[in-house]
C-alpha cells in the first residue's frame, strides 16, 4: 500500500494530465453534437469496405460498436464513436505527446506543458467528435513514433509493436504507405553515421527489418484481398480521384496513349467535366457510364483512371508544378475548424473558461498559420534552429529529425497528391500536434539556452568583480 | 517450465477469463439482437445520407428474416431495389412488409401489412431471437419525423 502511494505520488503528472485531459473531454462530451460528414457514411460497415476505404478506421469503429453489442450501453451509435475517441483516443495522444516530449527535452514540465496544451488545440481536438479517420490517425501516428524510439533505448519487442501499429496506421491513412520504409531510412541518415557500424546493426539492426517486413506484409495482404476481391492491386483506389483535382484542366488537351480502354476513359471524363456543373458529379458520371459502356468494375475504372492521370501529369509537368504553391498554401496558410459547424460557438467563446482558452490558443495559432513571415518562423526557422541546439546528443537529435521527417513526408504527399481545389488542411490535421511540439519545444530550448548563458555570464562576471 | 514467472501465469489466466467471458456474451442471443439492431441503424442513416447527397427518396421494407432498401428512380418514376439485408442468426422481425418511405430523410409513410384505414402516428417494430422472444428489441418510427432505436 505504501508502495502503491508512493508511486502514485511520484506519478503526478501523469495523474494530472490525464485528469485534466479527461475533464476537458466530459466538458465537450456533454456539449457537442457527433460530426457526420458523407465520407463518414463510408466507414461504417467493416464488411462491405470497397478498394477505396482503407479498414483501419471501420476496424475502430467496429470495436467500438461490437463492445456496445455485448453490454447495451447506447443506442446513440454516434456519440458512442465520439465517445471512444475523445476518452481514448484523445487523452491516449495527450499521454503520447507527454512521453514523447518528455523523452526528447528530459523535462517532464515542459512535457506535461505540452500534453495539457494539446488538449487546447481546437483545430486538432475538433476532429475527436467528427466520425472521421484523423483522431485515430493522430493517435497510431503518435503511438508508431513513441514505441519507435524506446527502440534506441533498447527496450524489447519495439520492432514488433510499431511494425503491426505502422500497419494498423498505413490501413487507416494509406498516405502513410511508405512509414515501415520511411522510418528507418530517417534512421539511417539521422543516426547511423553518429554511431558505430557493427555496434548499431547488432543493437537495432533486428528491430529495423522486423519493422520492415511487417509493413510490407500488412502491404502486400491487404492488396492482395483487393486483387482477390475487386481486381486491383494496391492498398486503395482513393489517389486517382484525389489527383482529378491537379489533372481536371489538362484532359482538354489529352493525347492519345493508343491503349484504346485509356483513350475511352479520358474521353468520357472528359466529357462529363463539360456537361456536369459540378466537378464531383463527373466521376459519378464516368463511374456509370464506364460500367455501362465498357463492362469494367470500379477498381478496374479507377486503375485506369490513375494511369491517365499520371500520363497528363507526365505530358503536362509545367502545368502540374505550377499549381503546388497553391495548394502548399491551402495545406499550411489556413487555419479553420468549419468540419465542426455548429459546435464552433459552443467551444471557442468568452463566457466559460475551456472556450476562453481554446479561443485564446486558435487565434494564436490563427496568426502563426495565417501570416507568411510567422510560418516561415514556425516550420523553417524554429525547426532548424531546434535541430541546431540538439545536435550534440545524438538521440535527441535522431528523435527530433524523426518527427521534423514525418511532417514533412505528410506535406510533401499531400501536397503533391492533391490540389487545393478539396482544401487540404485536413490533411495537416495529423501531424499538427508534431509540428506544434517542434515550434515549442524550439523555444523552451532557446530558454533553457539563454538562461545557462545569463548564468554563465553572471558567474564570469561575478568571479571577475571577486 | 514455459512460464517461468507468476506474473506470466495470472496474465494468461486473466486473458483466458476474458476470452472465455467474451465468447460466452458473443453466443449469447443479446449479442446477434443488439448487433442486428445497431447495422439497421446504422444503415437507415448511411441511407439518408446517400439519398440527400444524391436528392433521392427511399424506401425500407422489413420482412421476418430480412430488410430491403429501395431508391426512387425520378427518370423513370419508378422505386428501384438497391440490395436486401440479412439480419444476424436467429433475430427475427416480428411484424412482416411494413414498408417506411423516407424523403429527404424524413419519415413520409409507412404502410404495414395487415393495417387498413387512418395510420397511428408512430410505428414500433419489434426484434427478438428465436430463443428468447421475452426480450425484444424495438425501433420507434414518427410519421412525419424520425426514427429512433429504443434501448
Known amino acids: 500500500m505504501k508502495k502503491f502511494l508512493l508511486k502514485l505520488v511520484n506519478s503526478w503528472q501523469v495523474i494530472l494530465l490525464l485528469g485534466t485531459a479527461i475533464g476537458i473531454r466530459i466538458f465537450i462530451f456533454l456539449k457537442m453534437s457527433p460530426g457526420i460528414h458523407n465520407d463518414s457514411i463510408t466507414y461504417l460497415f467493416l464488411g462491405e469496405i470497397d478498394t477505396i476505404r482503407t479498414p483501419g478506421y471501420p476496424f475502430f469503429l467496429e470495436l467500438v460498436f461490437s463492445i456496445n453489442d455485448l453490454f447495451s450501453i447506447s443506442s446513440d451509435y454516434f456519440r458512442l464513436i465520439c465517445f471512444g475517441q475523445l476518452f481514448i483516443l484523445g487523452v491516449l495522444n495527450c499521454y503520447f505527446i507527454y512521453r514523447i516530449s518528455k523523452y526528447l527535452t528530459k523535462s517532464g514540465i515542459f512535457a506535461l506543458v505540452m500534453g495539457l496544451v494539446y488538449n487546447f488545440n481546437y483545430f486538432v481536438v475538433g476532429f475527436e467528435f467528427q466520425v472521421l479517420t484523423e483522431t485515430l490517425s493522430i493517435t497510431l501516428l503518435l503511438a508508431v513514433i513513441f514505441f519507435y524510439l524506446q527502440i534506441f533505448e533498447g527496450k524489447k519487442y519495439r520492432g514488433i509493436i510499431t511494425g503491426f501499429l505502422s500497419v494498423f496506421l498505413l490501413l487507416t491513412r494509406p498516405i502513410f504507405i511508405l512509414v515501415g520504409i520511411f522510418l528507418p531510412l530517417v534512421t539511417l541518415i539521422g543516426f547511423f553515421p553518429q554511431s558505430k557500424r557493427k555496434e548499431f546493426f547488432k543493437k537495432f539492426g533486428r528491430a529495423l527489418a522486423v519493422i520492415l517486413l511487417i509493413s510490407m506484409i500488412g502491404v502486400l495482404s491487404w492488396s492482395l484481398r483487393n486483387k482477390i476481391k475487386f481486381n486491383y492491386f494496391g492498398i486503395s483506389s482513393l489517389m486517382p480521384y484525389q489527383l482529378r483535382y491537379y489533372t481536371n484542366s489538362f484532359f482538354d488537351n489529352y493525347k492519345k496513349s493508343g491503349n484504346e480502354e485509356l483513350d475511352r476513359i479520358a474521353a468520357i471524363y472528359s466529357e462529363e467535366l463539360k456537361e456536369s456543373k459540378n466537378v464531383n458529379y463527373a466521376v459519378i458520371n464516368l463511374l456509370e457510364r464506364a460500367k455501362k459502356e465498357m463492362k469494367l468494375s470500379d477498381a478496374e475504372i479507377s486503375s485506369a483512371f490513375f494511369k491517365i492521370n499520371l500520363k497528363l501529369i507526365k505530358d503536362n509537368p509545367g502545368k502540374y508544378f505550377k499549381q503546388v504553391p497553391t495548394s502548399i498554401s491551402s495545406y499550411y496558410k489556413n487555419y479553420a475548424a468549419y468540419w465542426t459547424a455548429g459546435n464552433i460557438r459552443k467551444f471557442i467563446n468568452k463566457k466559460r473558461i475551456i472556450p476562453k482558452i481554446n479561443r485564446f490558443f486558435f487565434r494564436f495559432y490563427k496568426k502563426l498559420f495565417t501570416n507568411s513571415p510567422y510560418l516561415l518562423f514556425l516550420l523553417v526557422i524554429m525547426p532548424v534552429l531546434l535541430l541546431i541546439m540538439v545536435r550534440k546528443d545524438k538521440k535527441i537529435f535522431h528523435g527530433w529529425l524523426l518527427i521534423e521527417a514525418v511532417i514533412n513526408y505528410n506535406f510533401i504527399i499531400s501536397v503533391l497528391s492533391t490540389n487545393a481545389s478539396v482544401n487540404n488542411l485536413r490533411y495537416r490535421a495529423g501531424v499538427e500536434p508534431l509540428i506544434l511540439l517542434v515550434f515549442y519545444a524550439a523555444i523552451f530550448y532557446l530558454g533553457k539556452g539563454g538562461y545557462t548563458f545569463v548564468l554563465k555570464k553572471a558567474k564570469s562576471l561575478s568571479k571577475h568583480k571577486n | ?151
Open chain 2, 1 to 151: 517450465m514455459i512460464f517461468k514467472s507468476t506474473r506470466r501465469k495470472i496474465i494468461l489466466l486473466l486473458g483466458f477469463a476474458l476470452l472465455s467471458f467474451l465468447l460466452f456474451i458473443i453466443f449469447s442471443h443479446n449479442y446477434a439482437l443488439n448487433k442486428t439492431i445497431r447495422e439497421i441503424g446504422l444503415r437507415l442513416t448511411q441511407i439518408e445520407k446517400l439519398s440527400k447527397l444524391e436528392s433521392q427518396d427511399y424506401k425500407v421494407i422489413f420482412h421476418r428474416d430480412h430488410y430491403e432498401v429501395y431508391f426512387f428512380d425520378a427518370e423513370k418514376r419508378k422505386w428501384k431495389k438497391s440490395r436486401g439485408y440479412k439480419y444476424r442468426g436467429d433475430i427475427f422481425c416480428q411484424a412482416d412488409e411494413y414498408e417506411f418511405i423516407f424523403s429527404k430523410g424524413w419519415l413520409k409513410t409507412y404502410n404495414l401489412k395487415g393495417i387498413k384505414g387512418k395510420l397511428p402516428k408512430y410505428v414500433i417494430l419489434y426484434f427478438s431471437s428465436l430463443k428468447k422472444l421475452s426480450r425484444p428489441k424495438g425501433i420507434i418510427f414518427y410519421k412525419d419525423e424520425d426514427w429512433k432505436i429504443l434501448n
